[in-house]
Structure formats: C-alpha cells, structure tokens
C-alpha cells in the first residue's frame, strides 16, 4: 500500500481514455481547437478516479477541518 491503500479494482479510467473520444471541443497549442468526438490520441490526458468510500470520508473530513479553520480565522479563501 503505497499511497491511498485501495484495491486495485477501485481506480478506474474515465473521461476520453476511457472512451476512445472526446466529448467537448478543446483548445490545443497554438489556439486551434480539437473539435467534439475526436479519436483519443498521443497527446490526450487520461483522467483516473479513485473509487472509495474511506477516502472520501477521510478527506471530506479534513475539508470540513480546514473550513472551520479558514472560517474561524477570517481567512478568505479565493476563488479559483
């Protein structure tokens, strides 16, 4: 257990990868865009999920945490 100690079975591929296609249109270098159902290619990313419960709880929890602090603190957190 390296890092999250999940099963295997927990990290899925999801997003263009996973379908073989894109969905949207997207910018590439250059200001060209890459138009709707493109094929997946070399220069796609690959977006990865990690699927459980535990962790979510876990950093929801830490989220919540560090909420309350920032609030607390009158600390104001920009938007991104």
Same mark, same amino acid.
């Given at each position: 257990?390296? $890092?999250?100690?999940?099963?295997?079975?927990?990290?899925?591929? /999801?997003?263009?990868?996973?379908?073989?296609?894109?969905?949207?249109?997207?910018?590439?270098?250059?200001? %060209?865009? $890459?138009? $709707?159902?493109?094929?997946?290619?070399?220069?796609?990313?690959?977006? /990865?999920?990690?699927?459980?419960?535990?962790?979510?709880?876990?950093?929801?929890?830490?989220?919540?945490?560090?909420?309350?602090?920032? $609030? %607390?603190?009158?600390?104001? /957190?920009?938007?991104?």
């Amino acid at each position: 257990c390296a $890092r999250f100690c999940v099963p295997k079975q927990a990290i899925v591929i /999801v997003g263009s990868a996973k379908l073989g296609f894109t969905l949207v249109d997207k910018p590439k270098p250059g200001g %060209t865009m $890459r138009p $709707r159902y493109s094929s997946f290619s070399d220069t796609s990313d690959v977006d /990865v999920a990690i699927v459980s419960d535990s962790l979510f709880d876990k950093y929801w929890k830490i989220a919540s945490l560090l909420s309350g602090v920032l $609030r %607390t603190n009158h600390i104001e /957190v920009p938007d991104i």
